[in-house]
């Protein structure tokens, strides 16, 4: 699954480090680090509840891995970009 660029909460990440997968063909405004953090809530709440088939907590589990990715890397990318204007605006001072 991949996250689209320029999504309506800012640039997400297109792509996943090393061999993680590239990011969906979702629309543009599809993707956002809110929706996705509650989709892994919602998530981790059925598989706590315990009402899933073996398989199922097993699939559910690795699409909430996956979406925490997208996120780390969403985060990540923002982090990057974070230092980089702290360092020009650092070196504007000087």
């Known amino acids: 699954m991949s996250i689209p ?4 909460k ?3 990440p297109s792509q996943m ?3 993680r997968a ?3 063909d979702l629309p543009l405004q599809a ?9 892994v809530e919602a998530i981790m709440a ?3 509840s ?3 088939e073996l398989a199922d907590v097993f699939d559910q589990f690795a699409a909430a891995v996956n979406s925490l990715r997208q996120c780390e890397l969403f985060l990540s990318q923002r982090q990057q970009q974070m230092d980089l204007l702290i360092e020009t605006l650092t ?3 000087e």
């Open 22 to 24: 590239l990011v969906s």
């Open 17 to 19: 480090d090393g061999d």
């Open 5 to 8: 660029q320029d999504s309506a």
């Open 46 to 48: 059925r598989i706590e």
């Open 31 to 39: 993707w956002s680090y809110e929706a996705t953090v509650q989709q």
């Open 10 to 12: 800012g640039d997400a």
């Open 50 to 52: 315990g009402e899933l």
């Open 91 to 93: 070196d504007d001072l």
